[in-house]
């Protein structure tokens, strides 16, 4: 009866657990996702105070042509320059979240833009994410214009 009873009880903290880690997971990925709008947005509004906020101090970037940024001032200092000599409508879409550990994610995302001759540069963005106390923040950023095959 006992050995019943202590498998029903652990049955129970164990689907609990369960239960609270995918929620965990979707509140985590509601944030990583917002943070990507975010960043999406202070692109788009050329916003440096807001793109500041979501960067680490050791942000570094790597751009689609091969240029490399490294730290805060230089990666805001190139992401404003993008945003005004590059035109057009930037679209970043989330595929996938995954979590290297509690405090640790790389989001993968469809990057576009909508040229102002409406042809589109269809791209890729990774985002190499740490979370500092509640906020997750952006600490690297990989874009990447796949070969025409």
């Known amino acids: 009866m006992k050995k019943l009873l202590l498998f029903y009880l652990f ?5 609990i657990n369960i239960k609270a880690q995918k929620m965990a997971n ?17 692109r788009e ?8 906020s979501i960067l680490t101090d050791n942000i570094d970037q790597l751009v ?5 940024r490294y730290g805060i001032k230089e990666a805001t200092k190139g992401m404003m320059q993008s945003s005004a000599s590059n035109g057009g409508k930037r679209t970043l879409t989330v595929e ?3 979590y290297l550990n509690k405090k640790a994610a790389i989001a993968d ?7 102002n001759d409406g042809s589109i540069r ?7 994410l740490v979370k500092n106390s509640k906020t997750w923040k952006i600490s690297a950023i990989r874009n990447m214009l796949p070969a025409k095959q």
């Open 109 to 115: 995302a469809r990057y576009e833009i909508v040229n």
């Open 11 to 15: 049955s129970i903290v164990f689907s």
């Open 96 to 98: 996938k979240v995954k």
């Open 122 to 128: 269809k791209m890729w963005s990774s985002f190499m």
């Open 45 to 52: 509004k050329r916003d440096t105070v807001l793109l500041k």
């Open 26 to 42: 979707t509140t985590e990925e509601k944030a990583i996702y917002a943070l990507i709008d975010n960043y999406s947005l202070a």
């Open 64 to 68: 689609s042509n091969g240029e490399w």
